[in-house]
């Protein structure tokens, strides 16, 4: 199956674009931390999500080995001069799958992987599970059964492998520390690393600043939204409804909306807390239209994220209900009658089109169309006859080159991983902190808690993409009413434009193990200043101060606290 | 109207990427028979199209002088040094006006014309028409009334235009020549030039190469295609079948076919030389999915330009058939009893969701599906379920920011707009030739003949587009089977791929031009051969060839003959 999306790279001579070619030739540097032969990795790096409740794990039950079609994609990569080549470190043998959607970038990790690895011991082997983007196809299974997980250990077991490093999202990663933790009760000596590599930008915490292809994803649809604020402008007569694809989390609507700063963008973060209706967002966009018009603006262009669906507990609930009918074989036109009372009358309000299945670009357009009609007719509304064109932003945009960034930041991750399965640990991801300095001021992070499960990055996500949201916030109504569109261009890889990353990324200080050791060196500094010696005044302020502080993190940090606190 | 549009730019300060300032600072480069004082065009420049029969007449009738905006546009670009202004050169008044669909770097074309104007006489005035694009708002009207066409005349007297230029497609070139003609008549001083800006391409003949534009969108599209191709190949389970946008000719489609190497394309040209029917074109695809299902192929990428449905004669005498009814208010629900029998039992066919708006690109997947299924069912077809997703690229491409071959041409035929209007010349549309090679080998091309008319266009993109498309065909049976899907990356401004040109346009020699003077030079060559004091076997030799060459040439010309003479 893999080996059929394989023919086109490796069998089938193929023309490659200039940009291609120049792409293939792109070496991205390495952090200081993980340069020359001794490498430091300053605190060792983060574990993995370890969310056993609900947790899938690994996909693909038949591993293969990945043999010609790795070696001849190498051959192009391995550029390690042989000096470097060190044989003391030990032989190891590891495996890597990608899991789940696609994201560009993630063909990086296994390059810096096999640099590293090779560079320590060029006898270690790197051997490829087929199932994971067009390099190895894409999963399209997972396992669930206990009979799949230990198919993979079998497989992990037969091959010898020292390691598994497993390239995905929150639910890859999630699997994988499931699989770790099977693995480790079970005795298999195969330690399991992850790797945060999703469009989705939702696997965000305090140790993964943001994860790979979420850039790219970011440039190529921040492009197209501005062509279209563009058209907006220049057509004067359309309203654009474009859902990006990005999961659950409103990240890539965010992100995007930070860089072409269309009309309006919906976040599902918002929309949860503030617990609105459909009809509540339809009323708030065709009040933004009314307003608009009344400026002589007939134009205009609206964000909504994949999500949006499931933070409206009562569609979300109704999908639920649709797609339960339809596992069960029963029939569109046959719906409306085997839904629960509630279910069925919204389902019978929804435009026919919708009811096969639900867009929820499409939907709103269609029910902020029919309100503009009533408002139109009433009198209410003097504007042009609302127009809409709906657009769904994704497919386009996950298979794109990967950015500078992805590139850099993707092939360090890479590098992690052999210093995290070279160290023997089990169930870590490998992850790269500082991100918004350039390459050289990276940091490779290390906690040892295993801690630091989905429902915390979750909450985190949750806040990130809050006070991100304030950034949009400050400046909602002149985006709104002025139409100061921003066009950040089509994704560059020289020159201006070249170097930029995620303004979510770089507008916020997420460098927490930074501002954990500045902590540390607060107090140290208060541990020199107050001691035997020092005068009664300085104790007694200090203790003073000492006592408040405690107090009020002791008060924040309780479960009861209820306060938003910002990380 | 137009002034909403442009208070994103003038009024409301609006923060600009890093991508987008670069882009403001760059100058192009003219060519040599451009620079300095005396400017040497050398063949002078083509006329425009004057196909009376059907033509319009351009749009808006109610021009506004530009003002303050276009001064603070202007600000910005006019680099020129006030050594290089001569005053002896008149002074000149001269509108433009952005007429029909967007399209990226006609902007350019304005600076052009600007820089040149005011290159040769600082007192010279540009006075821009509001509507078009988002500089100057896009027409949206037509003016095909004969009190329209003395309102347009009306004005440009008022202000005293020397000339008017009108930047556009072919209705708008066409809507030039026709206004040119009508203000000839009627006595009227100014002077109409036209100048090529479509992003369709569908302007093409011997004098223009390509329009602004075009190169452009292709990229723009290419890239995204080229995702979708690498999306198609890393989930394995997903027909994408995109349509894209480029009105009746199939020039987008083939340029961004020749860029990104999908599994098929089909071009409206072929469809209609060949007489295939929507079934036909169904049954093509569904082979092709049977065919790569053999192979264990479950995904592809399929290309269908816009113009397709009218390349269907029956679908498009559908089509005419529902707008009239729609123009004449019968709702969805009762076009069907009022259809011709034989349009009726069609659109019976249509599944209920196309009825409403066709989109070719659903129907076709619609059709492609239903048609899988029924051989899935009897067992002809024996791949996994067929599953489609469908794309418009279109709106995300035309605002787009230009490319720097866009930036480049539209610049240089501002420029070129300026020496026609300075030679007082009417009708005449701007055109710059030699373009595959760089920008000091352009040439800038004249013809005296008026003779250019839309048909002839027309017939030569028909030649053109079916020259091109045997570039496909010698590569379509790989394409369609081996996935050697070619990536040409996001639009580069700088570096690999930044100086890249479309590829219809390269792989031609469409210097038509320069090879007639190639062949004028042969005549001339005989002709020092063949004189008196030549031998006998000399001149028997030459005119028994030139006696046949003139024979077969004869006939060639001559009106029944049916061959397909490629230019």
Known sequence: MGSVAMDSDYGVPRELSALQKARALYRPDLPPCLQGTTVKVEYGDAAIAADVAGAHVISHAFPHTYGQPLAHFLRKTAAVPDATVITEHPVVRVGVVFSGRQSPGGHNVIWGLHDAIKAHNANSKLIGFLGGYDLLGRTRDQIRTTEQVNAAMTACQALKLDALVIIGGVTSNTDAAQLAETFAESKCSTKVVGVPVTLNGDLKNQFVETTVGFDTICKVNSQLISNVCTDALSAEKYYYFVRLMGRKASHVALECALQSHPNMVILGEEVAASKLTIFDITKQICDAVQARAEKDKNHGVVLIPEGLVESIPELYALLQEIHGLHDKGV?????????????????????????????????????????????????????????????????????????????????????????????????????????????????????????????????????????????????????????????????????????????????????????????????????????????????????????????????????????????
């Not at 389902?347 to 009533?374: D, G, Y």
Request: glycine residues 6%.
């Open 331 to 567: 029939s569109v036109e046959n719906i409306s009658s085997h839904l629960s009372p509630w279910a069925s009358a919204l389902f019978e309000f929804l435009p026919p089109f919708i009811r096969k299945q639900i867009e929820t670009e499409k939907l709103l357009a269609q029910l902020v169309e029919a309100e503009m009609n009533k408002r139109l007719k009433e009198g209410t509304y003097k504007g042009k006859k609302f127009n809409a064109i709906c657009h769904f932003f994704g497919y386009q945009a996950r298979g794109a080159l990967p950015s500078k960034f992805d590139c850099d930041y993707a092939y360090v991750l890479g590098h992690v991983c052999y210093h995290i399965l070279a160290a023997g640990l089990n169930g870590y991801m490998a992850t790269v902190t500082n991100l918004r300095s350039p390459v050289n001021k990276w940091k490779c992070v290390h906690d040892d808690r295993k801690a630091m499960v989905t429902r915390t990055s979750c909450q985190s996500n949750w806040e990130a993409c809050c006070s991100h949201g304030e950034l949009l916030r400050q400046n909602s109504s002149s985006f709104l009413m002025e139409d100061i569109y921003r066009n950040p261009g089509p994704l560059q890889f020289e020159g201006p434009g070249g170097e930029t990353k995620p303004i979510s990324l770089c507008v916020e200080d997420r460098d927490y193990m930074g501002r954990i050791k500045q902590l540390q060196e607060y107090l140290e500094k208060v541990k020199s200043i107050v001691k035997p010696g020092c005068s009664q005044d300085v104790l007694k302020a200090a203790l003073s101060a000492m006592a408040s502080v405690t107090e009020m993190l002791t008060i924040m940090s309780s479960p009861s606290f209820s306060g938003q606190a910002t990380i």
